[in-house]
Structure formats: C-alpha cells, structure tokens
C-alpha cells in the first residue's frame, strides 16, 4: 500500500455525506441490542466532551451521475449503519424537526436493504435476516432515546462532537485483501498502523516526500528489533499484556498511556494531536530516539543490571524509568537509577523489619 495517498483524519459524524457502498464479500447488518446500546451509552455517557469511534476504512469510487461521492466502505459496516439509524430514528421521532444522515448505504448484492433503511417499514422486518436486525436496532434506539427526551441537544451533540476515524485508501487498493485482514481474522487497525500512516502521509501543510520510503523501512526496522527476544524480555519482564505489534511498546512510552486505559485508541490520538502542533519529520524523529533510547540501555553494562533490576523486582514501571530518562544526560539519568534502587531496597529492609516486629 502506497501509504502516501491515504487520507487519514478524523471526521465529525455530521460532516459524513456521500453514498457509501457495501461490497458482495461482505455479510450483511448484524450489531445486535447490547452493541446499540454500548454504543448509545458510551457517546451520551460521556457528557460535554468530544467522543471518537473506531476507524471507517473506505476506498473511493467514481462519482454518482449527480455528482455525490462514492465510497467501497472495506470495513465499519456495523458503526456506520448503526449511526445512519441513529440519525433516522431521530428525524423520525422528532416528526421530521430535526435532520436525518446526509449519507446513504447500498448494498451490492442487497439492494431491499438501502429501501429499507430509507423507509424504516418495521412492517416488513420478518422478511430478510437483514431487516431483522436493522428493524432490532432501530427499536432499541428508540427506547434510548425516548428516554433521553431532548432529541435537539442529541443531535448537536452528534453533529458537532462524535467523530469517526476516517481511514481512505488509494482507488489501487486491494479492498478484499484489505478486509480480509481486517475481519476474518479480527483483526483491528492497531494504534502502530494508524500512527504509521500519520507519518506517511502527505497533507497541504506539510509532505514528508523523499523521506517516505527511509520512515517506512526505519519503522519495520525497529519492530523487527524489537523482536529480539533478549531486548523485549528485558523492557517488558515477560509479564505486560501482548502488543498487536512491538513498536506500540514504544509509542505507548512516548504518549504516557496508563495501564488502567482501557481506550484502544488514546495512543494514536495522543500523535494526532501532536502531529497537529508539530513537524511530522520532527515526530518521528521523536519515535526513533525513544527507541535508540530503549535499545541503549539494552546494551550498557550498568544501565542493563540497573533497570533490569527494578523492572524484574516491580520496583518500578518501564514507564516510570522511561519518564526519568527524558531531557537529562546520561549521568543524572544513572544518578536518577541508583536513586531508585536506594528507595526500593529501603522499601524491602522496612517490610523485613515490620515482618520481625
């Protein structure tokens, strides 16, 4: 995948217009009533503030008769259907007050299913498994938002402080293969990918061009290294949970994700913004010297027995050791590791000296 020609941003829901197709390779709409209503309750859970969805991953095609953009939607079937009722349910249950979705769904192989999501005629719900479901969703929306009452502050709401991931390929991209990886074998656009395509990207303000290709094999590089048994036993104590891929180790040091941060995304948010604010170059630099940072103490003699120590014995988290190595030189940073181990081994005599007593 040629990398440079993806669009990668993120968009607010009610800025989402344009047909969106869903190819034969795909099943049909299949998100049942506690996926709507975890939907529902994290976005209207999460009071004033902006809420973001899991990526929308779509290749463009030609453009309708009229004009309107057309998009092969690889994968988000469920979140996008899901927000286009959402959308309908409130236009219909405000009695057309408020705005329906500006986009539309078809079907390639299941073209009743557009017509039914345009209409929402639940009369007709026993007559495909598709409408089934749609017409379930539907329904379980209703019940939430009735309860809600104020369908206005809803809508704005969604308008104006949910966004999606909008994650678009070049027109030359395979999108079975694509969404063959992305679903049959569950497997997600991890933090690392969606990073790496920020940095490989180009954007009006600024390309990294020449540099692209240099990014690209730097990057699996570092993964590749990281793989190194020896290194990864050493940073992670064989004890963190598994990583999609290795270098979200890194990224996850760089954006100070804690471990009780359950928002698969809050790492690649963390490079949004900060991509926003600063040269990409620059950023990635940033990455690279994380890294060589790791890598080194891997392969100095003191720094090895030293953070392996605390590491291994729990006295400190690599993010706490990692955070102590910023911006200071070599020698403060071993100052700041003996300092450490000085306070962990005082930690060990106090709990001795207590079991005594």
Known sequence: MNMANILLETRLVGDITGSFVVPS????YRWGEMDIRRLVTDILGNGANPYCLQPIVVRKLEPAADGTARYELIDGQQRLTSLFLLYQCIHKESRGFLPGPKFSIDYETRPQSAQFLKDIDLSLRNDNIDFWYMAKAYNTLKSLLVAQKDM???NEYLSEKVSVIWYEVPETEDAISLFQRLNIGKIQLT???LVK?????D???ESVGECQEEIALQWDNMERELHDDDLWSFLTNRKTPKYATRIDLVLDLMAQKKQDDRDPLSTFFYFDDLSRKTKLYDVWKSIQAAFLQLKEWR?????????????ASESQTLQDIFNAGQNVRKSQFEAKTDW?????????????DTAVD
């Open 25 to 28: 390779y795909q099943r049909g």
């Open 152 to 154: 206005t502050h809803i």
């Open 191 to 193: 933090p690392s990918e």
């Open 197 to 201: 395509a920020l940095f490989l990207r």
């Open 203 to 205: 954007t009006p303000e």
């Open 299 to 311: 392969y100095n003699h003191n720094l090895y027995h030293k953070i392996g120590y605390l590491i």
């Open 340 to 352: 450490m181990i000085r306070q962990s081994l005082r930690g060990k005599e106090e709990d001795t």
